[in-house]
């Protein structure tokens, strides 16, 4: 045949194609978009912030999360300084309605409301769920009760536009603030289970009818302190525990927080839901990716390649002494996962050191509230 003939032409073709592929230029002509509107495709996206002008710059989002520190350094900034004082005075105007309750502590909530006076002001820019997290103090399950059920009037009070069907109210997984979920969600109150670490809690918190549950990539500390090195982002637990609600029909949904990087976004696309803070926002907003290059990246979009083992169901709902001898013996969050050592001694889990960070914001909220009155 000729060097023209429609035959060595059709090879030719065929050589360079397969040639194309295999040195990856067949991307050359695939479409590139940012790697958050990409995100926004495969995963629910939530802003970890209470700046109203960055909502907007980036929004809408689907949810708008924070917590005791966000509201403590918001509340420092000058331009917060008006609605502050409102709260003071909201406060001492009705802390004669909630007896027992401190007034730096009643003040706090409505400033921060646990972020009710700062979320709702995020509202407009978010098109779901407004998600406030209750005292991290609190430890008994009454106080964390009376504590949801107090953040729920306060966002009636001070917005009553704003439909409660949008709230949902953040609460650590423990054994007490898990079975306070439990009670909640019966009150028609929704919860989301935040500062988990381990799938003893992932299974509890599904069992108590929670919302969400927030699995934290990283410990606190290296959330706050880039110099922290602690062993690398934990994105098989939201895995497994994704694949373990879907498996048993649960309603409660994966909301992953506290990554720290591109590769852990990229990773994670496919889980029901992501928080994610300012700075990795834009960050993910100014880098571009092909759609196919996230189906090699993705943990969930690889696992729906393969076929994985059943998951072992279990239940904790009404053994207290089983899961907390579960979660006792369990792998000491995603730190010890990595080198296959059970955790002794001690329960100073993840989970305790991320409550006690948040407590610590309470207590500098409450003491900030309490010298602004004084002034």
């Known amino acids: ?52 002008t960055f ?18 350094l918001e509340l420092l900034l000058p331009y917060r300084a008006e609605l502050l004082q409102e709260s003071l005075v909201l406060a001492r105007q009705i802390n004669g309605d909630f007896p027992g309750v401190p007034f730096e502590e009643l003040a706090f909530e409505i400033a921060a409301s646990f972020m009710v006076h700062l979320s709702l002001a995020i ?23 009376k504590n949801a059920s107090r953040l729920v009037a306060l966002t009636s009070r001070i917005s009553p536009s704003f439909p409660l069907s949008r709230l949902c109210i953040k609460v ?32 509890l918190a599904g069992e108590c009818g929670c919302m969400y549950i927030s699995p934290f990539l990283h410990e606190l500390k290296a959330v706050f302190d880039e110099n922290y090195d602690d062993g690398g982002a934990n994105l098989a637990l939201c895995l497994e525990a994704q694949q373990y609600y879907e498996h048993y029909s649960y309603s409660t949904r994966v ?8 590769a852990e976004a990229k990773g994670l696309a496919g889980v029901a839901a992501i928080t994610i803070p300012p700075d990795l926002l834009r960050t993910l907003a100014s880098t571009e990716v092909l759609g196919q290059d996230m189906d090699e990246l993705s943990l969930f979009a ?38 296959g050592e059970f955790y002794v001694g001690p329960l100073l889990t993840n989970t305790t050191k991320a409550i006690d960070a948040f407590k610590e914001y309470q207590i500098k909220g409450e003491q900030l509230m309490l010298e602004k009155e004084k002034r």
């Open 172 to 203: 650590a997984a423990t054994w007490e603030g898990l079975q306070a979920c439990r009670q909640l969600t019966s009150q028609g109150i929704q919860t989301l289970a935040t500062t988990v670490f381990t799938m003893e809690q992932a299974i």
């Open 302 to 339: 690889q696992s729906k390649r393969s076929k994985g083992s059943q998951p072992i169901r279990r239940t904790y709902i009404d053994d207290e002494t089983s899961w907390r001898e579960a979660f006792s013996k369990a792998y000491d969050g995603k730190g010890s996962r990595l080198t």
């Open 1 to 52: 045949a000729s060097r023209d003939s429609p035959a060595i032409v059709l090879f030719d073709l065929c050589t360079i194609l397969t040639a194309v592929r295999k040195s990856g230029l067949a991307t050359l002509g695939a479409k590139r978009v940012d790697l958050l509107t990409e995100l926004r495709t495969r995963s629910q996206i939530d802003c970890d912030t209470l700046d109203v």
């Open 55 to 72: 909502a907007k710059e980036l929004g809408p989002f689907v949810g708008s999360t924070s917590n005791q520190a966000d509201a403590y």
């Open 123 to 145: 509202a407009p820019h978010v098109k779901e769920t407004v998600y406030v997290m209750s005292n991290p103090s609190l430890t008994s399950i009454s106080e964390v009760v």
């Open 255 to 262: 909301k992953a927080a506290a990554l720290l990087s591109v």
